[in-house]
């Protein structure tokens, strides 16, 4: 952590980068400029009838003293009250209009930047943590929001009281104007002295928050773990720490956003003072009335507030400043993977998967698929076996078009992937893997997450087809109940047989199993894979598997180390070959030596 006590390197930005962000944030009130407008009049009427409010004090106090004009008085009082009145209701309608411009504003941009997430390749989650990516969803959103609502119509409204009061004590009094004219720089000198630091600040300060979402959320989602390990009390002193060095940022920020309102505050109360002083003695010179002298002491109470809270919002908009650059740094990542211009959605498919001389890296000049040369007929089950670290995931995440090969071109049904659309070709294929996510709402609805205009007869029967309706219909709620979250009230036979139902429900020519029943007891396993027997009739199959005896009726089994095919064939035609495969066999099935012999 940087040392709270000297400004942190981003804290010298230039006025023209915060004007570049506000830009961002105010264009994305485009839509509702017309309720913004109404908005920001009535505040704006608002502040001229607080203009003439002073006015009206100098003529009562002048009628009082003076005059001795109760009639006056009388009026003088009741125009007051009415003004008084028309300030309120402006300020109650220029108000909410601001506050829901402002949500609704808020609402847009969220759902701009999770669907632009959405777009993004998976390269793009793996190289970030899910914490953070909240954080900006949520912290950074709110951000901009007190930008967008309540600091707007202060700009305004400070801004109006400001110019106005200035002016009316110029026609007041030019002499006495110059004390608030002498301290007006040196505010404006501290402003954009202070705002400096205090943008950088407000970056860190969203930058911690996301990094204690991200601990937070990484260890309870690992619960489990964490408590299988008695690591607790780990994960409470690393959040603690996380907090600890949120608080000393947060704290800098306060020390220095302080400091510049005190040095405000001191300024213009010495400025306060000035002007009692000299017009006292303009008063007993007679040159100025006691009513003049409260107009223009109330004028310069409206500059201090005004100068004082603008001094504020600049400090609010440089946090939304930094803010808003997190977020438009998130907006502006162009996914890495994308439809081409003239891409056209995949017909009804076959199922015939071609790899052509295909070669894959995650990092450039470490290749995890090397020249893979490959053709699935439809309706074929292949299984890929091989080390950990051989590239059997990495093969079948292509498929779906997660990643794009660097060399060579996978094809299905003879379409280019990259020249069909990504939806109409996932909608077409199904996965089971041996971690299930399970989302936490009904059984019915995780069900239906394969096909979500699927009838109730439809996903019962998916589930009777998954051997899963048996103890689905003897939970208390049936197809109803709630699974908890990641499906943690289910066993994991359990949440494997609800996966399978959705790719049943799903209905897709192309199937992905990847290691679903490792991880299982034997009766479990057992229905497991009678479930995928049947998923799998007349589809074409990719297995991923470590065990063997999961793939031996596979059509074809697929040898890859280092990321290469290195072997193909059917299990008993593989156990007879030297290689790998007969390794792995005789290492798993400890088969006789004589007996891979022949």
């Known amino acids: 952590m940087p040392d709270p006590s000297s400004p942190p390197e981003n804290s010298s930005v230039r006025p023209e980068q915060l004007w570049s962000s506000l830009r961002r944030i105010f264009r994305l009130a485009r839509p509702y400029r017309y309720r913004l407008a109404a908005a920001l009049v009535l505040t704006a009427v608002g502040s001229m009838v607080a203009l003439v409010v002073p006015l009206g004090l100098r003529e009562l106090v002048d009628a009082v003293f003076q005059e001795a004009n109760r009639s006056l008085l009388n009026r003088l009082s009741g125009a007051l009250i009415l003004l008084f009145v028309v300030r309120a209701a402006a300020a109650f309608a220029g108000s909410y209009l601001l506050g829901w411009t402002g949500e609704r504003v808020v609402a847009d941009l969220r759902k701009r930047v999770y669907g ?27 951000a901009v929001r007190s930008a967008v609502t309540q600091a707007l119509s202060d700009l305004l409204t400070q801004s109006l009281s400001l110019l106005g009061s200035v002016a009316l004590m110029m026609v007041l009094n030019w002499r006495l104007s110059l004390i608030i004219f002498v301290v007006v720089p040196l505010v404006t000198g501290l402003a954009v002295y202070f705002g400096r630091k205090i943008r950088g600040l407000a970056r860190d300060v969203q930058d911690r928050l996301a990094d204690t979402t991200a601990v937070a959320e990484e260890a ?8 299988a390990f008695a690591r607790s009390g780990y994960e409470v002193t690393r959040y603690n720490d996380a907090i600890d060095e949120l608080f000393e940022t947060s704290r800098y920020r306060v020390l220095v956003s302080s400091l510049f309102s005190a040095s405000v505050a001191l300024l213009f109360f010495m400025a306060l003072v000035g002007i009692f002083w000299y017009g006292g003695r303009e008063v007993l010179a007679g040159r100025l009335t006691v009513g003049d002298l409260v107009a223009f002491t109330f004028y310069a109470f409206n500059i201090a507030r005004s100068v004082g809270g603008m001094s504020r919002l600049y400090t609010t908009f440089n946090s939304a400043a930094g803010a ?31 790899f052509d001389h295909v070669t894959f890296a995650y990092e450039e000049g470490r290749p995890v698929l090397r020249d893979v040369d490959l053709e699935v007929a439809a309706g074929e089950t292949v299984a890929l076996v091989g080390p950990s670290g051989a590239g059997k995931s990495t093969l079948v995440d292509l498929i779906p078009r997660f990643y794009d090969p660097q060399e060579g071109r996978i094809t299905v049904d003879g379409h280019d992937l990259r020249t069909v659309t990504r939806p109409s070709l996932r909608e077409q294929i199904a996965a089971v893997s041996q971690e299930v996510h399970l989302f936490n709402t009904t059984i019915r609805a995780n069900i239906r997450y394969g096909r979500l205009d699927a009838p109730d007869d439809a996903v019962e029967a998916a589930a009777r087809a998954a051997n899963a309706h048996d103890f689905i219909a003897a939970l208390p709620d049936g197809y109803d109940a709630e699974v908890g979250e990641r499906g943690v009230k289910l066993s994991g036979g359990q949440r494997q047989r609800i996966a399978v139902a959705r790719a049943l429900l799903r209905d897709a020519r192309l199937l992905l199993l990847d290691e679903a029943t490792s991880s299982l007891d034997s009766a479990s396993e057992a229905l497991v894979q009678e479930a995928l027997d049947r998923l799998m009739e007349g589809r074409t199959t990719f297995i991923i598997a470590h065990r063997l005896s999961t793939v031996q009726g596979a059509d074809r089994i697929l040898v890859l180390d280092e990321g290469r095919i290195v072997q193909t064939g059917t299990h008993e035609a593989l156990v007879q070959r030297e290689g790998l495969y007969r390794d792995l066999a005789s290492y798993q099935f400890r088969v006789p030596e004589e007996a891979v012999e022949g």
């Open 116 to 142: 632009h997430l959405h777009r993004q390749s998976l390269r793009f989650f793996a190289d970030r943590r899910t914490g953070d990516l909240t954080s900006r969803l949520t912290n950074d959103v709110g």
């Open 220 to 227: 309870l989602a690992a619960i489990r773990v964490v408590k």
């Open 324 to 354: 808003t650059e997190r977020l438009f740094e998130l907006l502006d990542t162009t996914p890495d993977l994308q439809d081409a211009p003239d891409a056209t959605p995949l017909p009804r498919l076959e199922g015939r998967v071609c």
